[in-house]
């Protein structure tokens, strides 16, 4: 019976997987799903003059979202309540993220810098699509980070959102 029972959980986790996906892909916002095709179009390509907040300037407006023009783009979500999604936009200032692994420790900052989450691999833990960075350049490019490393500074996630039509 015990075995009978672990083959079903199995089958049900094999199955259930991509039914899963599909309805976590439908309840992202259709503006963030235009904000992860545009950011797959530029990954490699230097969007606009390079600077991190160019890549979310250009989707932003790309798919006329409403936003201040500077650093607020869209609805202030809180991730502790709320699901971040793919195409949310994370905003860090005096941000430090410490992080060991094995025998060594790693310390990141980041004055200001903006980035487009571009997957969530679970909580506070994203694929991240960001440009002007160490790695990448001025050309966009993935890295992950984990805001459960954050140790000092601001983090704030915005869902975008259509304009409205008045």
């Known amino acids: 019976m015990r075995k009978y029972m672990v083959c079903r959980t199995i089958l049900f986790l094999i199955f259930s997987l991509p039914v899963t996906q599909a309805i976590a892909q439908k309840n992202i916002p259709e503006l963030n799903r235009g904000i992860i095709e545009y950011v797959e ?12 907040w160019d890549l979310a300037y250009q989707a932003l407006n790309r798919f006329n979202a409403e936003w201040d023009g500077k650093f607020q783009y869209g609805k202030l979500i809180n991730p502790k309540r709320e699901p971040v999604l793919p ?5 860090f200032k005096n941000v ?22 571009y997957k969530v691999k679970r909580k506070n833990v994203f694929t991240i699509a960001h440009q ?5 350049g001025r050309k966009v490019g993935l ?24």
């Open 41 to 52: 179009s530029v990954i490699g390509k230097k969007v606009d003059r390079g600077e991190c």
């Open 87 to 91: 195409g949310d936009i994370i905003q």
């Open 96 to 117: 430090k993220i410490k992080y060991q692994i094995t025998n060594t420790t790693y310390t990141e900052f980041m004055k200001q810098h903006t980035a487009i989450v």
């Open 132 to 136: 002007n960075t160490e790695f990448s």
């Open 143 to 166: 890295s992950d980070i984990n805001l459960n490393h954050v140790v000092k500074g601001n983090v704030k996630i915005y869902r975008p959102i259509p304009k409205s039509d008045k």
